[in-house]
């Protein structure tokens, strides 16, 4: 019952008949998978403001590396992840990168059990981490092969948008679940003021910092269960059409995601200072970033047999120019969001937590704010909101068309940047940050919204772009590059905010999306384009 044969869903009779039912129930077990490993992947931005407030020894520079060295290895992962597919099955893929998830949950519970846990090990979690961020890839590549193309923009907008929510299930659940004691062990207490969804928490309470990791196994192994039984593969030609066994399956995956996380060490080692267990080479992210996305392609391809062969067909997507444009534009959308997402929390922490006073002539950033917003009350809604709407702007697309949708978004982004630049400026000069924050997170919801909208209105463009064997791997390659961001933006507003101009970054980021308005319009939109908005 779980490899499909035949599958042709732009076949009308067959889409009523059987189609439309089996990819509804595989879309319903896709989407709580990929919810968990967004969950696991971003989990160290709400785990890191809690190790603050906790007293953990560790220095915010030193805290920031925890959400890059996640980021970094999730999207590094994605590049194999997008490829999975065609050669080990929908059902195989999503059931074992989804037990996968275990690994870095049941660490992360251990290793917080102690304030003394050395930094490489948490580090060593944040890499595992990255199974989750890799998900995303083979789950919208396999869910793209499951609906007809006139269906596509919601059905992808449906998984992404409501998966994303494993942001903000995160962000909600995990500070709840630090406040007692639910799978016993001994508190920590707190030295700074915490918080929940529901309020403040003050100093000197008990916190259960280690079920942050413990509590997604209540999901995870009854989700590698439903999974398994209830999932199918498809054998079309156009799918996969030489399924392999499910242990040959996982051992495929398991070396091309060896590959991955081997060209993120090394990234990673080139990026990161000596003090925090790098080279100290300073080579630049950039260059390091590229680096990394091409030794990962190239050694995927030293792979020998049959999967040399599957690769050599699939990486035909990268002689079609508008694979490298969507990539530009969905990490526009995507990457902001993510980035974003994995950075608000402590953003919020750092810069409205503490007063910005000066000392002997010397502005100082390290005097607790009495009267700042928790961070842990108020990030989960930039998440929620960019979550919740991205379904919408599939539909939004699908009436209006993609390019179109995407363009109005990236206005908005360009917009919204510059305020958020211009409210963390004048916060983080100020010994009463409090009075900016409203205005602050306003236009920080604002920017979620258009990156929800935008991102959604990127996966009805790709499905119109590109035929049918390559919208999977194009899904899959555009999202790894795009959550690049979720390295970048942590790593760029850190050192920004090390700098004392965090408003820099996002300057930068508004300049970049002034780019994107025209890429996407010389694209898809200018007359005489070859896709008109798509």
Not at 48 to 77: D, R, Y
Not at 453 to 466: C, D, K, L, P
Not at 476 to 481: F, K, L, N, R
Request: aromatic fraction near 14%; hydrophobic fraction near 50%.
């Amino acid at each position: 019952m779980s490899d499909i044969q035949k599958w042709d869903v732009e076949d009308p009779k067959f889409w009523d008949s059987e189609g439309k039912k089996i990819a509804s129930r595989n879309l319903w077990l896709s989407i709580p998978s990929l919810l968990c490993g967004f969950a696991v992947w971003l989990y160290w931005g709400i785990i890191t403001v809690q190790m603050l407030n906790l007293g953990f020894p560790f220095e915010k520079s030193e805290l920031f590396t925890l959400m890059a060295i996640s980021g970094l290895t999730g999207a590094t992962l994605r590049i194999p992840s997008s490829f999975f597919i065609r050669m080990c099955g929908g059902r195989n893929t999503i059931v074992f990168t989804t037990a996968l998830l275990m690994l870095p949950a049941i660490g992360t519970g251990i290793a917080l059990q102690d304030m003394n846990t050395p930094l490489w090990v948490f580090q060593g979690l944040a890499l595992l981490s990255g199974f989750g961020g890799g998900n995303f890839a083979s789950s919208m590549s396999n869910i793209s092969f499951f609906y007809p193309k006139k269906q596509q923009g919601l059905a992808l907008g449906l998984n992404a948008g409501l998966g994303n929510f494993g942001v903000t299930t995160m962000q909600i659940l995990v500070p709840l679940v630090m406040t007692f004691g639910l799978f016993g062990g001994e508190p920590m207490t707190l030295v700074n003021t915490s918080g929940t969804l529901i309020g403040k928490i003050p100093a000197g309470s008990d916190a259960w910092i280690f079920n942050a990791g413990y509590v997604w196994l209540f999901l995870l192994i009854p989700l590698a269960i439903f999974g398994w039984f209830g999932m199918n593969n498809i054998k079309a030609e156009h799918v996969t059409p030489d399924l392999p066994n499910p242990v040959i399956s996982f051992g495929i995956i398991s070396a091309m995601l060896l590959i991955g996380f081997g060209t993120a060490i090394v990234g990673l080692w080139l990026i990161l200072p000596e003090k925090v267990n790098g080279s100290g080479f300073g080579v630049p992210k950039e260059m390091v970033l590229v680096g990394v996305v091409g030794a990962t392609v190239m050694l995927l391809k030293f792979l020998p047999g049959k999967i040399r062969q599957n690769l050599d067909r699939q990486y035909k997507i990268f002689n079609n120019p508008h694979t490298w444009v969507m990539s530009i534009i969905y990490t526009m959308t995507f990457g902001s969001f993510i980035g974003f997402a994995a950075a608000f929390p402590l953003s919020i922490k750092v810069i409205f937590g503490y007063q910005h006073i000066m000392v002997d002539g010397v502005m100082t950033h390290d005097t607790v704010n009495a009267n700042g917003p928790s961070a842990l009350m108020f990030a989960w809604m930039g998440a929620f909101i960019g979550a919740l709407i991205r379904p919408v702007g599939g539909w939004m697309a699908d009436k209006m068309g993609g390019a179109k949708v995407t363009q109005y978004c990236s206005a908005v982004m360009v917009v919204s940047a510059l305020g958020v630049a211009y409210y963390m400026k004048a916060a983080y000069a100020s010994a009463t940050p409090e009075e900016y924050f409203v205005q602050f997170f306003i236009l920080f919801l604002f920017l979620f919204a258009a990156t929800g909208i935008g991102n959604g209105s990127t996966f009805r463009t790709v499905s119109m772009v590109f035929n049918k064997e390559q919208a999977g791997p194009v899904l899959g390659w555009t999202s790894a590059v795009a959550a690049y961001g979720a390295f970048y933006i942590p790593k760029v507003l850190g050192e920004q905010i090390k700098l004392t101009t965090p408003e820099n970054a996002l300057i930068g980021f508004a300049i970049f999306y002034a780019v994107c308005i025209g890429i996407n319009w010389w694209f898809y939109l200018r007359p005489g384009a070859e896709h008109q908005n798509p």
